[in-house]
């Protein structure tokens, strides 16, 4: 199965990082942190991967030019401006009529993807996400006058699943996206759920998306160990 991976943004909120190079290609423990998302589709069994290239694509060909860890790797060009669901719908050649996975390259997980396919292949639907909640940033405190009557440490948010950026989808999602000006995020997957067309697979282990140092930080620490 095919393994789509976004990896052409900017990536300016770590913009410390991304001046030389594009944000999948930052450094986590000795290896850029695509290779660390490669890696775990690999060891799931899905080596067959897309590279959508962008901001400072040199820098990905170079990487993978000496090295393919066992893995087929394309690379592909998609624009240095072309937004989420514009890179996507220029793989459609590349795509064909099979269906296949896609992520960004920027999160990582723990994620059973053997079966999140299962729960795609079950449900029939021309799109899955895994939805998941990352733990609140601060705890939560109520109030009765001064009187604290409410006290809660940093815990999952009591209503927060979110997009976790891990999807199966087939390939008729593709005549959702207009052009490269489209953000994947928005108008496809929106009309994907008045359709009753988008499902989310439901996962509350390890997820980690990479959009701040603080996020950095952690990600390398939990990898570490």
């Given at each position: 199965m ?74 592909i060009?998609?624009?240095?401006k072309?937004?989420?669901g ?9 795509i064909?009529d ?26 029939k ?20 006058g001064?009187?604290?009557?409410y ?12 997009n ?51 996020d ?10």
């Amino acid at each position: 199965m095919k393994v789509i991976i976004l990896a052409g943004g900017y990536g300016t909120r770590l913009s410390e990082y991304t001046k030389a190079i594009p944000k999948p290609m930052i450094d986590i423990n000795g290896k850029p942190m695509l290779y660390h998302i490669m890696k775990f589709y690999a060891k799931h069994g899905f080596k067959n991967f897309y590279i959508a290239l962008g901001y400072k694509g040199e820098v990905i060909k170079k990487f993978f030019k000496k090295k393919s860890y066992g893995w087929k790797i394309n690379l592909i060009e998609t624009g240095k401006k072309t937004m989420t669901g514009g890179r996507l719908k220029r793989l459609k050649k590349y795509i064909g009529d099979e269906t296949f996975m896609m992520t960004y390259g920027d999160g990582l997980s723990n994620v059973n993807l053997k079966n999140l396919l299962k729960f795609h292949k079950k449900n029939k639907k021309l799109v899955t996400l895994v939805a998941v909640r990352p733990p609140a940033r601060f705890g939560v405190i109520k109030f009765k006058g001064n009187f604290v009557n409410y006290f809660k440490e940093k815990s999952k948010l009591d209503e927060g699943w979110i997009n976790g950026g891990f999807f199966v989808m087939e390939p008729k999602f593709l005549k959702f996206i207009k052009n490269d000006s489209t953000y994947l995020e928005r108008e496809p997957l929106e009309k994907l759920t008045k359709r009753r067309q988008l499902i989310a697979y439901k996962h509350e282990g390890f997820w980690q998306c990479v959009d701040t140092k603080r996020d950095l930080d952690k990600i390398k620490k939990i990898l570490k160990n």
